[in-house]
């Protein structure tokens, strides 16, 4: 039984706290600090963001940095949500080289810092594309080979770093390199930004083809019966499911790649929509809402919202597929399609282009998120859906945004690839930020916290380099997750890179010699956003403990305001 008085006490500061009474955080921000897109992630280096436009500028910059000790960090959008983008020197923005050269031997190549989507659309006039990519066409190049960024196909390579066939960069002693040596390049195809500063990214392309997709509710059954998911996995060019375990569904998304481009349809995705500021507003208010109140159950609505937006038409959402019409004197867009034949690239891939769900143009309310993704053996398939549904038993928790998105990757050459070297799955999912994220917790933070532990310890998962909290980026974590590749790819960085001058905090728990992070200096409760996992009260939230189940330490509520769950998952 808690102490009634502090509980009180402990009552009426988180209601404070709610409204921005109370805050910890009156510390002033340096002039050069920079964040990841949702704010989670703040890097302090001590000089300005530099724009160049030209590769001299960047062998300048890198020269500089050299005679004055300093380091360097180049980067792209800064959709990486860990401190992977982050330096204490001088950060590069890589956002001038946005060239693009259609090469005569079927390969094409781009300025790292072309966004994808800008470098598909210049792929498809020239009547090429790639054979797979991931969902966000906002990310650059650059950033895409950072991190290892990929889609979703047990049939063809699905990331962009398994199509890149050369390479350019600015290495630690200032010398342009050029690199195409595939021994070499399985080293730089997921470089966690630690070589050099990428100028140019040259990708295998192919003609350009179309695709028909097609989106359907099952029960979830079909994937722990031993069969049916792996079996459509392996039949389908495009394969991805989006799992809701409280509704006990998934809706999966099968795609089959047509011969060219006759198949008649222009369709498109709209996955990452554009929002306008009062839907912004509307979503970041009722998330909060229901968080605060601990209304799961709405939550669980919500989760049927998006299941069925991602088959049928909803009101208040973008169509998942849209049909594109151009009569030649007007565009229109907005009819929706299910199934949808279109430019494959086009289905599989979009980027918000005027605001973004995660825009910051309001005050506040507003509406940030926070990601999770973790990659398996595809051998471990039931086991960890079967897992996770034994963590939700016991702790019920919703996936209200994307569900439980559940991806496929064939195995990568890539040395630190989520996928090198096995046939992999990935389990992601999508979160509302609190909109005081330094006390209050999120609805759910116990049974998130406890399957990313179980997922990583006994399932063998290895993290996304450009998702997930600190946590899972700490010296210890990441020898243990990638003993058997880490000598090899800090073997192959240190030849490029003698004197360190592209390591950050990141780089250097990679390579053990230190466990500094780079963080928002206001996250002092550590277990709210993954910076560690609970090892007292104060790490958690407001009105939570720290409690340990099944050998894993997770934030709970102290008062559960849940109404008693009747079984809704399996
Ligand atoms: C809405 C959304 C959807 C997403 N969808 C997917 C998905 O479908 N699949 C997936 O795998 N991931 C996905 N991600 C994650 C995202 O793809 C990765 O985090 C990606 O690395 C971000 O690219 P960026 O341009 O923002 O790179 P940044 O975050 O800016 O940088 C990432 C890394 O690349 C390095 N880097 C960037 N440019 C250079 C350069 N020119 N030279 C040297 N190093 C460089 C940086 O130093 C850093 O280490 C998504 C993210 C968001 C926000």
Request: charged content about 20%; some cysteine; overall charge neutral.
């Given at each position: 039984?808690?102490?009634?008085?502090?509980?009180?006490?402990?009552?009426?500061?988180?209601?404070?706290?709610?409204?921005?009474?109370?805050?910890?955080?009156?510390?002033?921000?340096?002039?050069?600090?920079?964040?990841?897109?949702?704010?989670?992630?703040?890097?302090?280096?001590?000089?300005?963001?530099?724009?160049?436009?030209?590769?001299?500028?960047?062998?300048?910059?890198?020269?500089?940095?050299?005679?004055?000790?300093?380091?360097?960090?180049?980067?792209?959008?800064?959709?990486?949500?860990?401190?992977?983008?982050?330096?204490?020197?001088?950060?590069?923005?890589?956002?001038?080289?946005?060239?693009?050269?259609?090469?005569?031997?079927?390969?094409?190549?781009?300025?790292?810092?072309?966004?994808?989507?800008?470098?598909?659309?210049?792929?498809?006039?020239?009547?090429?594309?790639?054979?797979?990519?991931?969902?966000?066409?906002?990310?650059?190049?650059?950033?895409?080979?950072?991190?290892?960024?990929?889609?979703?196909?047990?049939?063809?390579?699905?990331?962009?770093?398994?199509?890149?066939?050369?390479?350019?960069?600015?290495?630690?002693?200032?010398?342009?390199?050029?690199?195409?040596?595939?021994?070499?390049?399985?080293?730089?195809?997921?470089?966690?930004?630690?070589?050099?500063?990428?100028?140019?990214?040259?990708?295998?392309?192919?003609?350009?083809?179309?695709?028909?997709?097609?989106?359907?509710?099952?029960?979830?059954?079909?994937?722990?019966?031993?069969?049916?998911?792996?079996?459509?996995?392996?039949?389908?060019?495009?394969?991805?499911?989006?799992?809701?375990?409280?509704?006990?569904?998934?809706?999966?998304?099968?795609?089959?790649?047509?011969?060219?481009?006759?198949?008649?349809?222009?369709?498109?995705?709209?996955?990452?929509?554009?929002?306008?500021?009062?839907?912004?507003?509307?979503?970041?208010?009722?998330?909060?809402?229901?968080?605060?109140?601990?209304?799961?159950?709405?939550?669980?609505?919500?989760?049927?919202?998006?299941?069925?937006?991602?088959?049928?038409?909803?009101?208040?959402?973008?169509?998942?597929?849209?049909?594109?019409?151009?009569?030649?004197?007007?565009?229109?867009?907005?009819?929706?399609?299910?199934?949808?034949?279109?430019?494959?690239?086009?289905?599989?891939?979009?980027?918000?282009?005027?605001?973004?769900?995660?825009?910051?143009?309001?005050?506040?309310?507003?509406?940030?998120?926070?990601?999770?993704?973790?990659?398996?053996?595809?051998?471990?398939?039931?086991?960890v859906i079967n897992m996770i549904r034994k963590v939700l038993r016991q702790y019920p928790a919703a996936f209200p945004l994307v569900g439980l998105f559940i991806r496929f990757s064939i195995p990568s050459d890539g040395l630190m690839a989520i996928s090198s070297n096995r046939s992999t799955f990935t389990v992601e999912w999508t979160t509302p930020m609190r909109w005081n994220r330094y006390e209050k917790p999120k609805d759910g933070i116990g049974a998130y916290q406890w399957i990313l532990q179980e997922m990583v310890q006994n399932y063998n998962g290895?993290?996304?380099?450009?998702?997930?909290?600190?946590?899972?980026?700490?010296?210890?974590?990441?020898?243990?997750?990638?003993?058997?590749?880490?000598?090899?790819?800090?073997?192959?960085?240190?030849?490029?890179?003698?004197?360190?001058?592209?390591?950050?905090?990141?780089?250097?728990?990679?390579?053990?010699?230190?466990?500094?992070?780079?963080?928002?200096?206001?996250?002092?409760?550590?277990?709210?956003?993954?910076?560690?996992?609970?090892?007292?009260?104060?790490?958690?939230?407001?009105?939570?403990?720290?409690?340990?189940?099944?050998?894993?330490?997770?934030?709970?509520?102290?008062?559960?305001?849940?109404?008693?769950?009747?079984?809704?998952?399996?």
């Amino acid at each position: 039984m808690p102490n009634v008085k502090v509980l009180f006490i402990k009552i009426v500061l988180a209601h404070l706290s709610c409204f921005g009474v109370l805050s910890q955080n009156n510390q002033s921000q340096s002039s050069t600090t920079y964040k990841s897109y949702q704010t989670s992630i703040h890097c302090t280096p001590s000089e300005p963001i530099h724009y160049p436009k030209s590769t001299e500028e960047v062998v300048n910059i890198v020269k500089r940095a050299i005679g004055e000790n300093k380091t360097v960090k180049a980067f792209g959008s800064r959709h990486s949500i860990t401190d992977i983008i982050c330096t204490d020197g001088y950060p590069v923005s890589m956002k001038h080289f946005d060239h693009a050269i259609d090469n005569e031997d079927g390969t094409a190549t781009f300025g790292a810092g072309i966004e994808l989507q800008d470098a598909m659309i210049f792929l498809e006039k020239n009547g090429r594309t790639l054979i797979s990519l991931p969902t966000f066409g906002g990310i650059t190049l650059g950033g895409a080979i950072g991190t290892g960024a990929h889609g979703s196909s047990l049939l063809h390579p699905t990331s962009i770093s398994d199509q890149v066939v050369r390479l350019t960069l600015v290495d630690g002693r200032g010398s342009l390199r050029d690199v195409s040596d595939p021994n070499e390049l399985n080293a730089l195809r997921v470089n966690l930004g630690l070589f050099g500063v990428i100028i140019d990214v040259t990708l295998q392309t192919v003609p350009l083809f179309k695709m028909t997709v097609h989106n359907r509710i099952h029960a979830d059954h079909i994937l722990t019966d031993g069969r049916t998911a792996l079996r459509w996995a392996a039949q389908h060019d495009l394969f991805q499911i989006w799992w809701f375990p409280s509704q006990g569904d998934v809706v999966v998304s099968k795609g089959i790649y047509h011969d060219g481009t006759n198949e008649l349809g222009n369709d498109t995705t709209n996955f990452i929509p554009d929002t306008d500021f009062i839907t912004r507003n509307l979503v970041g208010t009722s998330f909060e809402t229901l968080q605060e109140t601990r209304n799961t159950y709405a939550m669980y609505l919500l989760e049927a919202y998006t299941k069925f937006s991602l088959v049928e038409r909803v009101v208040g959402r973008a169509p998942i597929f849209e049909e594109h019409r151009n009569n030649g004197s007007a565009e229109t867009w907005n009819n929706f399609k299910n199934p949808a034949t279109g430019f494959s690239w086009r289905l599989m891939s979009n980027r918000c282009q005027r605001s973004c769900t995660w825009n910051t143009d309001s005050i506040r309310p507003k509406f940030l998120i926070e990601e999770s993704s973790i990659a398996f053996d595809l051998e471990e398939f039931s086991s960890v859906i079967n897992m996770i549904r034994k963590v939700l038993r016991q702790y019920p928790a919703a996936f209200p945004l994307v569900g439980l998105f559940i991806r496929f990757s064939i195995p990568s050459d890539g040395l630190m690839a989520i996928s090198s070297n096995r046939s992999t799955f990935t389990v992601e999912w999508t979160t509302p930020m609190r909109w005081n994220r330094y006390e209050k917790p999120k609805d759910g933070i116990g049974a998130y916290q406890w399957i990313l532990q179980e997922m990583v310890q006994n399932y063998n998962g290895r993290p996304h380099w450009g998702k997930n909290g600190l946590h899972y980026f700490n010296r210890d974590l990441m020898a243990s997750v990638w003993k058997d590749k880490r000598e090899l790819f800090v073997e192959s960085m240190t030849k490029y890179d003698p004197e360190g001058i592209f390591l950050n905090k990141f780089g250097r728990r990679l390579l053990g010699t230190s466990d500094q992070v780079d963080k928002d200096s206001k996250v002092y409760r550590c277990a709210l956003q993954d910076y560690c996992i609970c090892q007292k009260h104060d790490d958690c939230g407001l009105l939570q403990n720290c409690v340990n189940r099944n050998g894993f330490n997770i934030c709970k509520d102290l008062i559960d305001l849940k109404l008693p769950i009747i079984s809704i998952v399996n």
